[in-house]
């Protein structure tokens, strides 16, 4: 196994030795249930002896479809603030500037950054 193939696999654990989708959703945390009822479709397309397999399929994309809408309305995750531009106070300090005018432009720029 290469290590690229190493995040497909997880451990699962069944006293019989089979494992149903169920286990298969858990053991790769799925928690969208839209996503979940498209593996379903997909691991099963037309086993299951209710629909055939295109119909499974298309049942699978309407899944993905609506996971995809889901996941759009799904607050993103706010990226880190943006830090302020150091250059100038960077040249102060190369060219000698007062050390108590140098913490007081830090403090300044600092109190930036926290907003």
């Not at 099963?44 to 699978?60: F, H, I, P, S």
């Amino acid at each position: 196994m290469t290590k690229s193939g190493a995040k497909y696999r997880r451990p699962i654990q069944h006293a019989d030795g089979h494992v149903d989708v169920y286990a298969v959703l858990e053991a790769f945390a799925v928690s969208c249930p839209a996503r979940a009822h498209a593996i379903k479709k997909l691991l099963c397309a037309g086993l299951r002896g209710k629909a055939g397999e295109m119909q499974d399929l298309t049942e699978a994309r309407d899944a993905l479809d609506r996971a995809i809408e889901l996941q759009c309305g799904r607050k993103p995750v706010a990226e880190p603030p943006s830090l302020p531009n150091l250059q100038p106070v960077i040249d102060w300090l190369e060219r000698g500037c007062d050390p108590k005018e140098a913490a007081k432009e830090l403090r300044f720029y600092q109190a930036r950054a926290r907003r």
